[in-house]
């Protein structure tokens, strides 16, 4: 009687990756690994630095909560942990506690990241096909600040250490609509100063779109002041126009100018050392002139830089009824629907309203 012969067992290949090198598998990887993945790509595709600011730091909170609820560190979460049920039970946690906009920011950013992960097969099926964002009734437009709370603030800013530099910050924040971001990238070069007309270039606003804004005469007497003893001229409109940087024909923009004068690729807002000052350092810059008014009670406590903005945009609308399609231009909005928020009353306008209604007898 024979033996039988010894039977031969496969062993599974084991995934292999470029050059033969072995691979782990998905879903294995730590969901925090492919997030940095995710960003990384979002990289490479030219997004906007903000947007992949405020879309890691949206999927990092979903990472920190859900770790939370489950006793276990980001760097244990897997693919196996991104689930419907996880999305939903962070836009339940979300809502308690932050405002509608911050909660679809961070339900935009949780649906685009598992998109990329389906997209490369990471993902057999998107968790995040179905998730919703909160919906909500039209908002109230942004409450602008009234002319007395403005006037307080530019007269806080002539009264400060920094006087003409802030002081132009303050008139090219309130005369131009620029995020504060928008306004920190400045160069000497992004402005086109003349006597009688100006305009600033945003060269990467939200979404990297590049636009340019008209400077009306407040925003370029403030700049002449500011400019002038930089450029060693009098702090007239035309003196000031006639030794701004302005890089010629095949001349570097980083070159510097004559005299000391500052390079077209210069950062417009220094500090006192000649340092240029980040968007933190301006933020706090108009937080302390804020903090000043509200003492005193000209300003509210609550004004921030994109108050300005949204000051802006009201006075505009004041002055050109109607006109979404300039004021759109000029904010840098791609959608209507976002501009069109000013034309909303605010909450101050609704309860006047109900003030002024005949029904209310206590008038």
């Known amino acids: 009687m024979g033996t039988d012969a010894p039977r031969k067992t496969r062993e599974k290949p084991r995934p292999r990756g470029r050059a033969g090198v072995a691979v782990v598998p998905a879903a294995r990887v730590a969901l925090p690994d492919l997030l940095a993945a995710w960003l990384d790509a979002l990289r490479a595709a030219d997004r906007a630095p903000r947007t992949v600011t405020r879309y890691g730091g949206a999927a990092r ?16 979460l897997t693919l196996a942990d991104l689930t419907p049920i996880a999305l939903v039970g962070y836009r339940t946690a979300l809502q308690r506690t932050a405002a509608t906009s911050t909660v679809n920011t961070h339900l935009c950013a949780l649906r685009a990241w598992c998109a990329w992960l389906t997209e490369r097969d990471t993902l057999g099926a998107d968790p995040a096909a179905r998730l919703q964002l909160v919906r909500r009734t039209a908002p109230d437009a942004p409450t602008p600040l009234t002319d007395a709370a403005v006037n307080a603030l530019l007269r806080a800013a002539q009264r400060g250490r920094h006087p003409a530099r802030d002081y132009a910050l303050l008139q090219v924040l309130l005369q131009t609509g620029l995020r504060l971001g ?182």
């Open 61 to 76: 909170g979903f990472l920190a909560w859900f770790a939370t609820a489950e006793g276990r560190t980001p760097a244990r």
């Open 182 to 363: 928008e306004c920190q990238a400045l160069t000497w070069g992004d402005i086109a100063f003349g006597e009688k007309h100006g305009t600033v270039t945003i060269r990467a606003g939200k979404g990297n779109k590049a636009r340019t804004v008209p400077l009306n005469g407040s925003a370029r007497a403030a700049l002449a002041a500011y400019a002038a003893p930089r450029l060693g001229v009098a702090p007239s409109l035309r003196a000031v126009g006639g030794a701004w940087p302005r890089p010629g024909p095949g001349a570097r923009a980083d070159a510097p100018g004559a005299g000391g004068r500052p390079a077209a690729a210069e950062a417009l807002w220094r500090s006192q050392k000649g340092h240029p000052l980040s968007a933190s350092a301006l933020w706090r810059v108009v937080h302390e002139l804020v903090d000043d008014g509200a003492r005193r009670q000209l300003v509210p406590a609550a004004t921030t830089p994109h108050t300005l903005r949204h000051t802006f945009a009201r006075r505009y609308l004041e002055a050109h009824p109607g006109d979404l399609v300039g004021l759109a231009r000029l904010l840098g909005h791609s959608d209507l629907n976002t501009t069109g928020v000013y034309t909303q009353p605010t909450a101050e306008d609704l309860a006047a309203r109900l003030d002024r209604l005949p029904l209310n007898a206590y008038e």
